[in-house]
Every structure is written in C-alpha cells, then in structure tokens.
C-alpha cells in the first residue's frame, strides 16, 4: 500500500533537526544510563530483600510490553508525534517524584509500574522521528543516534562517582534531574506532522503485519533471541548487589558497567570487518555460546582471586552476548522481512525480549536470595534453550536472502 502525500509544511526540514534530534537521544538516555545499573542498589539500600527487588524489577517489564506498542500506535494517531514525547517526558518527571515519598514496598512497586508507563516508549518514539528525519530528508540515523550511547556510557561512570560520595539515596535524584533535562530537549523536539508509517513497536503495525510474519524461520529466531536476551537479566538485577557486597566501590562498579558499554561500541564498529561475512545464524550462535561463556565465568572470578581485572575481562563478553545480539537481530529482519513489516518484526521481537526478561527477572531474585553469584550458573541452560532454537531456525531459513 503506497504511502499518503507529504504536505507542503512537511517537505520543509526544521532548523537544525539533527542537532535537535541529537540533544534528544542523549538527555533521553541518561536516565536509563543510570536506572538499569543503580536502581538495585537503591532498592537494597531502603531494605527490600532479593525477591522483592525481582519484583519491582519485573512487574513493570511486563506492562511494558503491552503499553509501549499501545501509546506509540497513539502517537501516530496524534497531530504531531512530538506532541505526545513531550507530554510522556513531562508524565515521567513527575511519576519519578514518587521514589521520594515512603519507600514502601507498595508505594515504590506502584510508582515503577506507572514509571513504566511514560517512561519506556521515550526511545521508539524518538526512533520515529529520527527516522522520518531520515526518509524525507536525508538524515543521518547514526549520527544521531550515537549521541544516546554516548550519554549512556556517560552516566554508568558519572552515576558510580556520585554514588561513592553520596550512597544510593542520590538514585532518585540523578533520574528526576535527568529527567528534566530530557523535558528540556523534548520541548525542542521537531514538528514532522502526522506520520506516513507506523512508529517502531507501534501496536497498529504489528496487529495488521504479524500473521505474515508467523513463519518457522522468524519465530524460531527471534524467541532464541528474546531467550538469550533473557539469561542477561540475572545480571542486569543484581550484579551490582553482587559487586558491591564483595566489597567493590561505587566508582568502580560505574566502570565496570561503562566497560561492558564500551565493549557493545567497538563491536558495533568491528561488527561488519570481523562478521560480516557469515550468516545471521551462525551470528547468533556466537552470540548464544558467549553468552553460556560469561555465566560460567562470572562466579569463578572472585574464588580464583582474578578480582576487579576478571571482571573486566568477562564485561568483555558484553560485545558478544549482547551487542552480537542486536546486530544480529536487526541483520536478520533487514534480510529475510519486507520493508513494509520491518516494524511489525521488531514490534514481536521486542515482546519476546520483554516477556521472557521479565520471567527471567521474576525468578532472579529466589536465585540470588538462596544462591548469591552461583545463581548466574542458572542462566547457563536458559541460553543453551536460546541456542537450541536459533539452530532450529538455521535448519529452516529460506535459501535467498529477500531481495533488495
């Protein structure tokens, strides 16, 4: 089905878009630089036990998966996307205020579950505008996007410094500041008008496109995707707990996460000169295998006496497990899915990666409580369940890539 016309107004590219579109993706991705590695160590500092931690970590991983495609299919129904960011921007501000009231279990489970709400759809709905940046005026997605891992890696060092000098109890205060700051750039944010495609992971796209996606190959690789994806949530939960309770420092544990960033970004940049030559399959089975690799390691570090150095050399790993992971994924939709579908393909990706992240999440927390590092070792055989699959899906691929 051919697209809609632009209108006049949209042919005309706003001032400064990818500088603005830039100031977006870094101040977006602050707050996330600092939730996903600090957030535990808050929790277990107002005394939450591991499973309750689990919990709060999860509960809002599965409402996400039902409320971003929600409100981005709102967001392309809405007279300006942007509209819709800012309001979202403004929504988690204010529900990120919440962390400052009791620190109950309830109160703060209830606060992440509307958190989760507003706060998730910010970097698909800043991808749709980028991207139509990119189809109506020749943007570079890249140089833009680069500007939020950049920011990324910026507060997973500068959140582990400030902890060291105030405790976890500045958690809640670096996320509302950056917050803030993000509302700052969202009311920069461009004016594109309604938009001619379907926002990423928006559920109107993957409602008309996902029956003809139900195919042995797709299905087959993108549940061992979201299954491997989901062995890394033992980690993301509680290495930090881990970290800090053999007596590593906040400014080091910042590091250490840094690293694993640091790691993902080289191989985005040595991705195509070392892999580029071998099929998506085999990707993800390197992928699978790292992954099994960076669990059995991860308890044997401390009791080998590698100390702070092993880890480091295991956050190496980042680059296979995961950032393999997300090449990968990508490689395989721009092969083997129609540009139309490339959205509903994503849009069913990121539910299994969300689905099973947060069962695996959910189980996390009995693991750690009853096992402490050993419970990485419970990750190894939800990998290999990973890896069964992808090599399931390499038994059916089709034989020709999709034609370009």
Not at 31 to 46: D, V
Not at 110 to 121: E, G, H
């Amino acid at each position: 089905m051919s697209l809609p016309p632009l209108s006049p107004e949209q042919l005309v590219k706003p001032s400064h878009f990818e500088l603005r579109m830039s100031l977006i993706f870094a101040t977006l991705f602050v707050s996330q630089g600092t939730h996903l590695p600090y957030f535990p160590l808050w929790l277990q500092a107002k005394g939450f036990h591991a499973e309750q931690i689990a919990v709060i970590l999860a509960a809002p991983m599965f409402l996400r998966v039902v409320t971003t495609p929600m409100l981005t299919a709102l967001a392309d129904r809405a007279k300006d996307r942007a509209n819709v960011y800012i309001a979202l921007v403004a929504g988690s501000m204010i529900v990120s205020a919440g962390y400052f009231l009791p620190a109950t279990y309830a109160i703060v489970l209830a606060v992440s579950l509307l958190f989760t709400i507003v706060w998730t759809p910010h970097s698909p709905m800043a991808d749709s505008l980028a991207l139509s940046g990119v189809r109506r005026f020749g943007s570079n997605y890249t140089a833009m996007r680069k500007w939020g891992s950049i920011a990324y890696l910026c507060a997973n060092l500068a959140g582990g410094f400030i902890l060291a000098a105030t405790g976890p109890q500045a958690v809640p205060v670096i996320i509302l500041v950056s917050l803030g700051g993000a509302l700052a750039a969202a009311l920069l944010a461009p004016r594109l008008g309604r938009p001619r495609k379907a926002s990423p992971l928006s559920a109107t796209e993957i409602q008309h496109q996902a029956p003809s996606l139900f195919n042995a190959y797709f299905l087959y690789f993108t549940l061992g995707v979201g299954i491997i994806t989901a062995s890394h949530a033992f980690l993301y939960g509680f290495v930090s707990i881990y970290w800090k309770s053999i007596g590593i420092g906040d400014s080091i544990v910042g590091l250490l996460w840094a690293w694993g960033v640091v790691s993902e970004v080289c191989m985005f940049l040595f991705f195509n000169r070392i892999f580029g030559s071998i099929s998506v399959a085999r990707v993800m089975l390197i992928a699978g295998v790292g992954s099994v690799v960076r669990w059995i390691a991860f308890p044997l570090v401390w009791p080998l006496g590698l100390g702070i150095p092993g880890f480091f050399l295991v956050q190496s790993l980042h680059s296979v497990s995961v950032a393999m992971v997300l090449i990968g994924l990508q490689k395989m939709i721009g092969e083997t899915v129609s540009e139309e579908r490339t959205g509903a393909a994503q849009g069913i990706a990121y539910f299994f990666n969300g689905f099973f992240m947060a069962a695996v999440t959910l189980a996390s927390g009995p693991l750690y409580e009853r096992l402490g590092v050993d419970g990485f070792l419970a990750m190894i055989p939800i990998a290999i369940i990973g890896i069964v699959l992808i090599g399931l899906a390499a038994r059916s691929a089709p034989q020709r890539r999709l034609g370009r």
